[in-house]
Nanobody, 127 residues
Framework: QVQLVESEGGLVQTGGSLRLSCASS????????MGWFRQAPGKEREFVAT????????AYADSVKGRFTISRDNSKNTVYLQMSSLKSEDTAVYYC????????????????????WGQGTQVTVSS
């Protein structure tokens, strides 16, 4: 069983930065592919970024590429999402997820391939 707890999000101005973290209670954290997803009001949950179990490979949605960075520290059982140059359209509830999915597209962009989810944290970007 894996429990994921995200850090508090917050209110950020357009162009600002914010780092989210997600801590896992599982002892096998290093075995999991980790992902970040987000869901805006009235929209479906969408893929944001993913990192392989070792941390050596990452992938991003086109909408965040070049602005967001995903990383993990397996010694701390934690995954991070560094968000920069934030835009109003980044406003959403952000979720971290863990899974044993195949590390290739379309597998890691599909929410159903992640078995464990955090509770979500609100990120609001305003001007």
């Amino acid at each position: 069983q894996v429990q994921l707890v995200e850090s508090e999000g917050g209110l950020v101005q357009t162009g600002g930065s914010l780092r989210l973290s997600c801590a896992s209670s599982g002892r096998t954290f290093s075995n999991y592919v980790m992902g970040w997803f987000r869901q805006a009001p009235g929209k479906e949950r969408e893929f944001v970024a993913t990192v392989s179990s070792s941390g050596s490979r990452t992938a991003y949605a086109d909408s965040v590429k070049g602005r967001f960075t995903i990383s993990r520290d397996n010694s701390k059982n934690t995954v991070y999402l560094q968000m920069s140059s934030l835009k109003s359209e980044d406003t959403a509830v952000y979720y971290c997820a863990a899974g044993f999915t195949v590390y290739s597209n379309p597998y890691y962009v599909t929410p159903a391939n992640y078995g464990y989810w955090g509770q979500g944290t609100q990120v609001t970007v305003s001007s």
